[in-house]
């Protein structure tokens, strides 16, 4: 089982950046495919970005395509989530997860919370 840690969350403007990250302990982070998911209150969690265990391939949800970067640093065991051009809706608990298979997640960090101030 992986342990993950999420950090860098915060309070932040309309409009501005913020760079979560994802820290694995327990085993590499490199045969496992990650992702990043969020919740708000009141709402089911939501699929954010993912990156392949191997090739890099990233995917995003619609809501975040082309604000959002999904990478990973496999020596640092960490992964990582640039969120430019933060809006509002975006104010969530943000949690990154991993899994030997794509898009099956076995292990959840605790989350980092993420707010878009107007």
């Known amino acids: 089982q992986v342990r993950l840690v999420e950090s860098g969350g915060g309070l932040v403007q309309a409009g501005g950046s913020l760079k979560l990250s994802c820290a694995a302990s327990?085993?590499?982070?490199?045969?496992?495919?990650m992702a990043w998911f969020r919740q708000a209150p009141g709402k089911e969690r939501e699929f954010v970005a993912r990156?392949?265990?191997?090739?890099?391939?990233?995917y995003y949800s619609e809501s975040v395509k082309g604000r959002f970067t999904i990478s990973r640093d496999n020596a640092e065991n960490t992964a990582y989530l640039q969120m430019n051009s933060l809006k509002p809706e975006d104010t969530a608990a943000y949690y990154c997860?991993?899994?030997?298979?794509?898009?099956?997640?076995?292990?959840w960090g605790q989350g980092t919370q993420v707010t878009v101030s107007s």
């Open positions: 327990g085993r590499t982070l490199s045969s496992n495919f």
């Open positions: 990156i392949g265990r191997t090739d890099g391939s990233t």
């Open positions: 997860a991993a899994g030997m298979y794509d898009s099956v997640y076995s292990s």
